[in-house]
């Protein structure tokens, strides 16, 4: 075994590759005895995944760089170092089944051929005649027929109990095998979270409330509770996960880097690096700008994708593609049998990442993982599919919300305008939200030709220096100990991502949901003990608001522009939470466009075939990849010389001679270089993109970005050239 290479750059033989896998498997058994799996066979997997590398085509390969066209995938050869006859012995049918399963696909590479693959074992033979390893039972590896094997994949709907057994067994061999190919842990034990939360707690010289109370007798149910803002539901969520291994998922990524710092930074404070992770498109990005001087990113990277940490705060497209059962979506499925998900705001997905949603707790109620969803608003049609899909839960018999008023509505019968603006603007906090880019900049632009002074606009289509810039003077503003103020001009991307608090808020109406999601960036955490309003909804009138009837379903605009128009003046929580169900009954929903893409997407999941797609169709898929990333040619322009600086480092290779640690320090300065670069981007829909004129440029063998000809401004963002027909949106669901 010594001989033998599985990898190269640095060399490691085959025996000291699985004798790490070796060491995982115990480590994982060890922390999750109970796992409804067979520990020997997931043993006798480990043990013979990589033999198949022994074929002299492979190992010249890993010695001269150059891939014979006749080498057999090694993943395949494998299984043919399985002694079937004597594993008869002590395992069912069913089970040996799963073992050469789990190793011919532990890769999803290459194609199986019977007759190519025996002339190859045949080859083999010579070089195995004396071959012994102390790991296997028994004293010589022999080499049957493989027919056994049959090439025949096990399906859920032809056997669905031994489906889920080979996704545990195949997903824990994955992620057995990328820890050891990566070096890192396959699992960090959660021995911190509950007593980091009573320091915190005591630090903060508070009790856990009724919610969190409620969360913390929960543990070992899966859990739905609605409570409002300010009721501490990242706290309960914690606690329901205690300490076991968890994810915390948001809609946002903006969301997502606020609470992993908050967490870091005020729960666990110290050894985050082993603790808590984040996983989102930009994880790598946000890592290499922690300010953390002994923080090993390649390491810390690796171990948040690999999903080793004990607790990760994650993006949903990052762990619920697996609904599509992908080639090699296994080993995040058999993660998520021992873990436990948190599910936070749900109403504030769109109607595909709905779908998605519920058929992954489908699959994960199944394999045995627990989940919470945690929300301020839950929708009553969400219930009814959770049942339909006969998903087990316990509901919280009471929503979780107090008696205070935080909300006084106007409804303003017309289209959005700046002259009500003006007359409430006196030296306060003032935020406006549109549904539309386009709608924004025509309020600002409107604002602005009138000499209103300390007016600002933020949207998606500011490049991403600029909108952080922006993003952190909003924030700023929105601080209740902050005297100074302004109006922000804005779109959906405020609805969740960024915690502020304004004095007055000026919205269009979108739909019920979406509205008190805006209400809650004015008055956040204040009580409305005052005559008049803080928040005042323009429904379009008789016409309908921006963006109706492209991200807004025209029906669910209507039902809830009908429950409104009855309200005038202070609004409890209660009466919000029977709005809702009054417009998101499934009985009022089930014959809008947007229930029926919910329904149209979860029956277009199911329809597909298990190992059909591959990993890249489905991640284009789940997160509706529709736009294009651009760089705005006058902002190219002015840039040019740092930009350009940037591509040559990006073209940079590395040579066969350079070590692992060159290696390393060259990805990183790539990664720098890319991150530099992409803060003069912005994404924009592809449909206007298709209609620009562009140049490519690479960011890698995978990406492109692109220099876009374009009109942009710093104060109103990107605009697109008057030729153009131009709609755009902030769906940032």
């Given at each position: 075994?010594?001989?033998?290479?599985?990898?190269?750059?640095?060399?490691?033989?085959?025996?000291?590759?699985?004798?790490?896998?070796?060491?995982?498997?115990?480590?994982?058994?060890?922390?999750?005895?109970?796992?409804?799996?067979?520990?020997?066979?997931?043993?006798?997997?480990?043990?013979?995944?990589?033999?198949?590398?022994?074929?002299?085509?492979?190992?010249?390969?890993?010695?001269?760089?150059?891939?014979?066209?006749?080498?057999?995938?090694?993943?395949?050869?494998?299984?043919?170092?399985?002694?079937?006859?004597?594993?008869?012995?002590?395992?069912?049918?069913?089970?040996?089944?799963?073992?050469?399963?789990?190793?011919?696909?532990?890769?999803?590479?290459?194609?199986?051929?019977?007759?190519?693959?025996?002339?190859?074992?045949?080859?083999?033979?010579?070089?195995?005649?004396?071959?012994?390893?102390d790991k296997v039972e028994i004293e010589k590896i022999k080499i049957p027929s493989v027919k056994y094997f049959n090439n025949k994949r096990i399906y859920e709907?032809?056997?669905?109990?031994?489906?889920?057994?080979?996704?545990?067994?195949?997903?824990?061999?994955?992620?057995?095998?990328?820890?050891?190919?990566?070096?890192?842990?396959?699992?960090?034990?959660?021995?911190?979270?509950?007593?980091?939360?009573?320091?915190?707690?005591?630090?903060?010289?508070?009790?856990?409330?009724?919610?969190?109370?409620?969360?913390?007798?929960?543990?070992?149910?899966?859990?739905?509770?609605?409570?409002?803002?300010?009721?501490?539901?990242?706290?309960?969520?914690?606690?329901?996960?205690?300490?076991?291994?968890?994810?915390?998922?948001?809609?946002?990524?903006?969301?997502?880097?606020?609470?992993?710092?908050?967490?870091?930074?005020?729960?666990?404070?110290?050894?985050?690096?082993?603790?808590?992770?984040?996983?989102?498109?930009?994880?790598?990005?946000?890592?290499?700008?922690?300010?953390?001087?002994?923080?090993?990113?390649?390491?810390?990277?690796?171990?948040?994708?690999?999903?080793?940490?004990?607790?990760?705060?994650?993006?949903?497209?990052?762990?619920?593609?697996?609904?599509?059962?992908?080639?090699?979506?296994?080993?995040?499925?058999a993660t998520l049998s021992y873990s436990k998900i948190v599910i936070d705001e749900i109403q504030m997905y769109s109607s595909d990442l709905i779908a998605y949603?519920?058929?992954?707790?489908?699959?994960?109620?199944?394999?045995?993982?627990?989940?919470?969803?945690?929300?301020?608003?839950?929708?009553?049609?969400?219930?009814?599919?959770?049942?339909?899909?006969?998903?087990?839960?316990?509901?919280?018999?009471?929503?979780?919300?107090?008696?205070?008023?935080?909300?006084?509505?106007?409804?303003?019968?017309?289209?959005?305008?700046?002259?009500?603006?003006?007359?409430?603007?006196?030296?306060?906090?003032?935020?406006?939200?549109?549904?539309?880019?386009?709608?924004?900049?025509?309020?600002?632009?409107?604002?602005?030709?009138?000499?209103?002074?300390?007016?600002?606009?933020?949207?998606?289509?500011?490049?991403?220096?600029?909108?952080?810039?922006?993003?952190?003077?909003?924030?700023?503003?929105?601080?209740?100990?902050?005297?100074?103020?302004?109006?922000?001009?804005?779109?959906?991307?405020?609805?969740?991502?960024?915690?502020?608090?304004?004095?007055?808020?000026?919205?269009?109406?979108?739909?019920?949901?979406?509205?008190?999601?805006?209400?809650?960036?004015?008055?956040?955490?204040?009580?409305?003990?005052?005559?008049?309003?803080?928040?005042?909804?323009?429904?379009?009138?008789?016409?309908?608001?921006?963006g109706v009837g492209k991200v807004i379903d025209e029906k669910i605009f209507e039902f809830s522009k009908e429950v409104l128009k009855n309200i005038d003046g202070?609004?409890?929580?209660?009466?919000?939470?029977?709005?809702?169900?009054?417009?998101?009954?499934?009985?009022?929903?089930?014959?809008?466009?947007?229930?029926?893409?919910?329904?149209?997407?979860?029956?277009?999941?199911?329809?597909?075939?298990?190992?059909?797609?591959?990993?890249?169709?489905?991640?284009?898929?789940?997160?509706?990849?529709?736009?294009?990333?651009?760089?705005?040619?006058?902002?190219?322009?002015?840039?040019?010389?740092?930009?350009?600086?940037?591509?040559?480092?990006?073209?940079?290779?590395?040579?066969?001679?350079?070590?692992?640690?060159?290696?390393?320090?060259?990805?990183?300065?790539?990664?720098?270089?890319?991150?530099?670069?992409?803060?003069?981007?912005?994404?924009?829909?592809?449909?206007?993109?298709?209609?620009?004129?562009?140049?490519?440029?690479?960011?890698?063998?995978?990406?492109?970005?692109?220099?876009?000809?374009?009109?942009?401004?710093?104060?109103?963002?990107?605009?697109?050239?008057?030729?153009?027909?131009?709609?755009?949106?902030?769906?940032?669901?």
């Amino acid at each position: 075994m010594n001989r033998y290479l599985a990898k190269s750059n640095p060399e490691e033989t085959i025996q000291e590759h699985t004798d790490k896998l070796l060491e995982n498997y115990e480590t994982l058994k060890k922390l999750y005895p109970n796992l409804l799996i067979n520990w020997d066979i997931l043993k006798f997997a480990c043990i013979y995944h990589d033999l198949g590398k022994i074929n002299l085509k492979f190992q010249n390969k890993l010695k001269t760089g150059k891939r014979d066209n006749n080498e057999i995938a090694h993943n395949f050869l494998s299984i043919a170092f399985v002694d079937t006859k004597k594993l008869k012995d002590n395992f069912e049918k069913d089970e040996i089944k799963i073992l050469l399963q789990t190793i011919a696909y532990h890769h999803e590479r290459g194609e199986y051929d019977l007759e190519k693959m025996e002339n190859e074992i045949e080859l083999m033979k010579d070089e195995l005649e004396n071959f012994i390893y102390d790991k296997v039972e028994i004293e010589k590896i022999k080499i049957p027929s493989v027919k056994y094997f049959n090439n025949k994949r096990i399906y859920e709907k032809e056997n669905p109990e031994l489906f889920y057994k080979y996704i545990l067994t195949k997903g824990l061999l994955n992620k057995i095998d990328y820890a050891a190919s990566s070096d890192i842990d396959v699992e960090i034990k959660n021995d911190f979270l509950l007593d980091s939360l009573e320091k915190w707690k005591e630090k903060e010289n508070t009790k856990w409330n009724e919610l969190q109370n409620f969360m913390l007798e929960n543990q070992n149910e899966n859990i739905i509770a609605v409570a409002q803002t300010g009721m501490g539901k990242t706290e309960a969520g914690l606690l329901w996960i205690g300490n076991n291994k968890g994810f915390f998922t948001l809609p946002l990524k903006t969301a997502i880097n606020k609470i992993y710092e908050r967490i870091k930074n005020n729960i666990i404070e110290e050894s985050f690096s082993d603790k808590l992770a984040l996983l989102h498109s930009d994880t790598y990005s946000e890592y290499i700008n922690l300010d953390e001087d002994d923080l090993d990113v390649e390491s810390y990277y690796n171990k948040s994708k690999q999903l080793s940490m004990p607790l990760t705060i994650s993006t949903l497209d990052q762990l619920f593609n697996f609904v599509f059962r992908y080639r090699g979506f296994e080993v995040i499925l058999a993660t998520l049998s021992y873990s436990k998900i948190v599910i936070d705001e749900i109403q504030m997905y769109s109607s595909d990442l709905i779908a998605y949603l519920i058929l992954g707790l489908h699959y994960i109620n199944k394999i045995g993982g627990k989940f919470a969803i945690l929300t301020a608003t839950l929708p009553e049609f969400l219930i009814d599919l959770l049942k339909k899909e006969n998903i087990n839960f316990k509901m919280a018999e009471k929503t979780f919300i107090n008696d205070r008023i935080r909300h006084s509505i106007k409804i303003k019968h017309k289209e959005i305008e700046v002259e009500t603006i003006i007359e409430k603007y006196n030296k306060n906090k003032i935020l406006v939200i549109c549904n539309t880019v386009k709608k924004a900049q025509e309020i600002y632009q409107n604002l602005h030709n009138e000499g209103i002074e300390n007016i600002n606009l933020l949207h998606s289509r500011f490049i991403k220096k600029d909108r952080k810039e922006k993003e952190e003077k909003i924030t700023e503003l929105g601080k209740i100990e902050n005297t100074d103020y302004g109006i922000w001009i804005s779109t959906q991307i405020v609805e969740a991502s960024l915690d502020i608090d304004y004095d007055l808020l000026f919205t269009e109406l979108s739909d019920i949901n979406g509205l008190f999601q805006r209400m809650g960036r004015c008055y956040r955490n204040r009580e409305f003990n005052q005559d008049g309003y803080n928040c005042f909804v323009f429904n379009g009138g008789d016409k309908k608001c921006s963006g109706v009837g492209k991200v807004i379903d025209e029906k669910i605009f209507e039902f809830s522009k009908e429950v409104l128009k009855n309200i005038d003046g202070k609004i409890d929580e209660k009466t919000k939470l029977e709005l809702i169900n009054k417009v998101y009954s499934t009985e009022k929903l089930k014959n809008t466009n947007y229930y029926e893409l919910i329904e149209k997407n979860i029956a277009y999941v199911k329809k597909i075939d298990d190992f059909e797609k591959s990993k890249d169709e489905v991640r284009k898929k789940f997160r509706n990849i529709e736009n294009a990333t651009v760089i705005p040619q006058n902002i190219y322009e002015e840039n040019q010389i740092e930009i350009d600086e940037n591509f040559k480092i990006l073209e940079k290779t590395n040579k066969k001679e350079d070590s692992r640690e060159g290696r390393k320090k060259l990805r990183r300065e790539k990664e720098n270089s890319k991150i530099e670069i992409l803060e003069f981007s912005v994404n924009i829909p592809y449909y206007n993109f298709q209609k620009g004129i562009y140049v490519s440029k690479n960011l890698n063998k995978y990406e492109k970005i692109y220099i876009f000809n374009c009109d942009y401004d710093k104060e109103i963002g990107l605009v697109f050239k008057k030729t153009e027909k131009e709609e755009t949106y902030d769906n940032f669901f």
